[in-house]
């Protein structure tokens, strides 16, 4: 039998300061025996950076939860084609598909504007780090740039256009990516489009994907 269920995050950037990695191992104590988990892209921030402890932790866990259930590594921006040297179970790819519902893509292969703009996103990160230094609570970038809504609506809706293109092409129900941590769920003359948002600001978000339906849900709990 192939697989019916699974659950989708992104953008758990470990080794980033802004990992919430005591959330996200209590959102994976929840998950039920064997089901696939597909985590979808910028699993780790910096490849070849030295983890601190707690993420490490975080690392050992998911190549724990490869021997009890398929673990699928969708390739990011951030962690492309790093490998584990002592991976388990888990699977590391480009992309990933359930059959005809669903295409699993970082986002990154859908942004053509971020690519063209390097020196706009160089600047707009040192005015972050200047906003910090003058005494700015201290926050991930991405989560600064929501406070620029027109800017950031610009660039969801064009990752979200050309997801939905896609899933047009490869004739699949939905499509769902990470990278514009910004957490979405939109449909379209009969497509789907999720972002499962990031685990470097709250609130955090999952896609569940079951036989029936599939649901982008927000996770809470008391680990603060």
């Known amino acids: 039998m192939g697989v019916t269920r699974c659950f989708v995050v992104s953008d758990l950037h470990l080794g980033s300061a802004y990992f919430y990695h005591r959330h996200f191992l209590s959102w994976l104590d929840t998950l039920p025996k064997g089901v696939p988990l597909v985590l979808n892209g ?14 490490r932790a975080v690392l050992e866990r998911l190549v724990c939860e490869s021997q009890s259930r398929p673990v699928i590594w969708v390739y990011g921006n951030r962690d492309a084609e790093f490998k584990l040297a002592e ?22 292969r859908l942004d053509r504007l971020m690519p063209r703009h390097a020196a706009f996103k160089w600047v707009f990160r040192r005015l972050h780090h200047c906003r910090i230094w003058l005494g700015g609570r201290d926050a991930h970038v991405a989560e600064y740039a929501k406070k620029w809504p027109l800017l950031y609506r610009v660039l969801n809706e064009h990752v979200a256009r050309n997801a939905l293109r896609v899933a047009q092409q490869e004739g699949v129900e939905a499509v769902v990516c990470g ?9 379209r003359q009969g497509r789907c489009y999720f972002n499962t948002g990031a685990w470097t600001e709250k609130p955090f978000h ?3 994907v079951a036989p029936d339906r599939m649901v982008l849900h927000t996770y809470e709990d008391d680990c603060d």
């Open 179 to 187: 990278h514009t941590h910004a957490a979405m769920a939109i449909e």
């Open 206 to 208: 999952f896609l569940e």
């Open 42 to 55: 910028d699993v780790i921030d910096r490849p070849g950076q030295a983890l601190p402890a707690a993420h």
């Open 87 to 108: 991976p388990g179970q888990i699977r590391f790819v480009d992309s990933w598909r359930l059959d005809q519902r669903l295409l699993v893509i970082h986002g990154h």
